[in-house]
Every structure is written in structure tokens, then in C-alpha cells.
């Protein structure tokens, strides 16, 4: 069983940043991979970015060059970041952050990103 509680996420302006952040309940580099999706009303849930074991990182077309994902290396080796720049009205939505251990998918609560002038 993994636990994941995001935080970092709220209100911010077209052109702004944010960083988010998943803290999971072990040890991150355990598990097969780690990422973030989003969920709106209009599109339903879409992949963010994630990484795998293997080394590779995924991106979705519509935040390549803005948003940037990676691990905290600190001595807790337990967080996921999730860097967003010039955030545009259309990244507006609930960010999920996502674990795979290899058996099993494991979802956080959520946290709320608005981009609103």
C-alpha cells in the first residue's frame, strides 16, 4: 500500500508558475513509476508527465517546455515534483499525482490548479 498527499497547488495568472509536490508514503524510487495527471470536466483525466524506472519521461504534447518533473533526491527519497511554467487558462484543472509499484496504481486526493486573470 502507498499513500500519496499532493500539495502546492492553487491560484495563479496566466504566465505564472507553480510547483507541485506528491509525497508518497515510501520510498519513490521503488516504485515502477511516478507522475502526474490532470482531470476537468471537458476532457476527462489526461496524463501530465510521468517517469519510469527505466530512465524514461513522458510529457503530453500541450506541456512540453513548461512543465518539468522530478525527483527529490533529498535523504527522504519520498517526493515527486511537479514544476509548471508560464501556465496558460487551459491548465486549469485537479492534479492527481499517480504511483505504480509494479502491481498496483495508487492516487493521491488531489489539489486544485486554477489559472484565472
Known amino acids: 500500500q502507498v499513500k500519496l498527499v499532493e500539495s502546492g497547488g492553487g491560484l495563479v495568472q496566466p504566465g505564472g508558475s507553480l510547483r507541485l509536490s506528491c509525497t508518497a508514503s515510501?520510498?519513490?524510487?521503488?516504485?515502477?513509476?511516478m507522475g502526474w495527471y490532470r482531470h476537468t470536466p471537458e476532457n476527462g483525466r489526461e496524463l501530465v508527465a510521468d517517469?519510469?524506472?527505466?530512465?524514461?519521461?513522458?510529457?503530453a504534447d500541450s506541456v512540453k517546455g513548461r512543465f518539468t518533473i522530478s525527483r527529490d533526491n533529498a535523504d527522504a527519497r519520498n517526493t515527486v515534483l511537479l514544476q509548471m511554467n508560464s501556465l496558460k487558462l487551459e491548465d486549469t484543472a485537479v492534479y492527481f499525482c499517480?504511483?505504480?509499484?509494479?502491481?498496483?496504481?495508487?492516487w493521491g486526493p488531489g489539489t486544485q490548479v486554477t489559472v484565472s486573470s
Open positions: 499517480h504511483a505504480d509499484d509494479g502491481y498496483y496504481d495508487y
Open positions: 515510501k520510498d519513490i524510487f521503488e516504485m515502477s513509476s
Open positions: 517517469q519510469h524506472k527505466d530512465g524514461t519521461t513522458n510529457y
